[in-house]
């Protein structure tokens, strides 16, 4: 029988380990946690333990909301990745034992918290973000590589788990015959992109935010909006990461110097972000492989209409014409048939955008996500007792 209180242990990144950010003085665990922790926050009937593995001793406070209580466990080095995670799994069960929680969720399987979930000793579901066997594959990784581990971890931690959240239909295609049970829930947006005013530039504005990196395909978005520049008057403005030292970068950030239409404005926080969002006309997303990238959520809740591949999640999340266009990433021509409707039709963009926010609204809002995934928690516990 279930307690009035239900005891949420729930095991996410601290991104500070991630990043090796031990300065900062409170944890961050990445857009998609944070959004539905937001929405435990203060929803009655859960109390929820954030649980964390780290290498250094940072700050931890003790508390994230009113009943989301935080956790973080120090970790040597050697009981990580090369160590199938051994050291974050012992730590973790010695942590279960002292909470007792009715229920443990994991957050990814590219890092630890997977395998921390499976191996609890509780009943536990895991929400895979990155579907790393695919990236591996499309990536074509190395053997031994960081990668290459995390796809086998995952293919070793899927039919483990008592269940997989799977964030768009993509994963359920590809956990299909691995898992126990699967439910689809998409990922939750932080409350604050709802609030984001849209009001475009008059010179139309597309963003692409993400890390530069062959998976995101930046560079052939460049090639394949050569033709369009000559005739149009708009930008493109990129955000993310792009590490010189690596070739793809310094070919995307040659290519962006040689093209007045391009702008390339670094890694944005999630204000600055905001900031973007408000006067851009539309978000591209022409990812080789991408699963529910949060950008796109972040975009339809801010009220932009979206371009993304024909691939992977991305269709789950985009209706043709109705909240944005859907187009061939491998396809120059397709690529910019799609950005050449948005920029050259601005109140139709508009409207696209308009139906965009009303389907984020509707269908990721931090409440409506995080009552779904406490019905999940009652469905498997209900199924365990």
């Known amino acids: 029988m279930l307690s009035a209180t239900m005891k949420v242990a729930f095991l996410a990144t601290d991104n500070r380990e991630h990043y090796k950010d031990y300065a900062t003085t409170a944890p961050h665990f990445g857009t998609a946690p944070e959004a539905l922790l937001q929405g435990f926050a203060g929803l009655p009937g859960i109390e929820v333990h954030v649980i964390s593995c780290i290498r250094r001793q940072v700050g931890a406070p003790a508390k994230l909301a009113e009943n989301i209580f935080f956790h973080s466990l120090l970790v040597p080095k050697l009981g990580w990745i090369r160590t199938a995670y051994q050291g974050c799994v012992r730590a973790t069960r010695a942590k279960l ?10 957050q990814g399987t590219e890092r630890d918290c997977g395998v921390c979930g499976v191996l609890s000793g509780y009943p536990n579901v895991l929400t895979i973000h990155g579907n790393m066997r695919r990236v591996a594959k499309v990536l074509r990784s190395r053997p031994f590589s960081y990668l290459w581990l995390a796809a086998r971890l995952e293919s070793w931690t899927i039919p483990r788990a008592g269940g997989v959240v799977c964030i768009t239909q993509h994963t359920l295609d590809q956990v299909r015959g691995l ?10 947006v932080d409350a ?3 609030e984001v005013r849209n009001t475009p530039e008059p010179v139309p504005r597309l963003l692409c935010v993400g890390q530069v990196y062959p998976l995101k395909n930046q560079v052939a978005l460049i090639r394949a909006l050569d033709g369009l520049a000559a005739n149009t008057r708009f930008v493109v403005e990129f955000l993310g990461e792009a590490k010189e030292e690596q070739p793809y970068a310094r070919e995307f950030l040659n290519l962006v110097k040689s093209r007045p239409w ?3 404005s670094g890694f944005a926080d999630r204000s600055a972000l905001r900031e973007k969002l408000s006067k851009a006309t539309a978000l591209v997303q022409v990812s080789l492989e991408d699963n529910c990238p949060m950008a796109v959520l972040e975009a339809m809740a801010s ?7 024909r691939l992977g999640g991305l ?25 050449s409707r948005l920029v050259q039709d601005p109140p139709g963009a508009k409207r696209m955008g308009v139906a965009a926010r009303r389907k984020a609204q509707e269908s990721f809002h931090p409440r409506v996500i995080a009552r779904r995934t ?4 009652r469905d498997v516990l209900g199924a365990t007792s």
């Open 315 to 339: 269709p789950d999340l985009v209706d043709e014409g109705l909240t944005g266009l859907l187009c061939d990433p491998a396809n120059a021509e397709s690529m910019r048939s799609g950005a």
């Open 192 to 194: 604050s992109f709802f």
């Open 374 to 377: 406490l019905d999940i928690y």
């Open 262 to 264: 391009c702008l390339y």
């Open 97 to 106: 034992r002292q909470i007792q929680p009715d229920i443990v969720h994991a």
């Open 303 to 309: 009220g932009l209409p979206v371009l993304a591949s």
């Open 179 to 188: 898992a126990r049970r699967t439910w689809v829930v998409p990922n939750a």
